[in-house]
């Protein structure tokens, strides 16, 4: 049982130091982000819950974000719609 818990406890901190680079933004991101003037993000939150991470972000790399807010479906259909027309495309992959 012991020895269980630390395989499994062992996985999760992998787990957690293989995602770190996911937590940050890239500069050639942020320098991008600076170029078009304002990152729009797109989601499903209550508006009041994103106000702290707008602020945060714009905080953290000068870029002003906007907070657009549908239901998941309309952002997916959105997101694609954007990747389709290629405005994503240079971020993402």
Do not use: C, H
Request: aromatic share 8%; no cysteine.
């Amino acid at each position: 049982m012991q020895n269980q818990k630390r395989m499994y406890t062992s996985l999760v901190i992998l787990a957690l130091l293989a995602a770190t680079p996911a937590w940050g933004q890239s500069a050639k991101a942020i320098e991008a982000g600076k170029k078009d003037g304002k990152v729009v993000i797109y989601g499903s939150l209550e508006s009041d819950t994103t106000d702290a991470i707008k602020t945060a972000f714009t905080k953290k790399t000068g870029i002003e974000a906007e907070y657009w807010r549908a239901s998941a479906t309309k952002v997916m259909d959105r997101a694609l719609s954007e990747y389709r027309a290629a405005s994503l495309s240079s971020i993402l992959f």
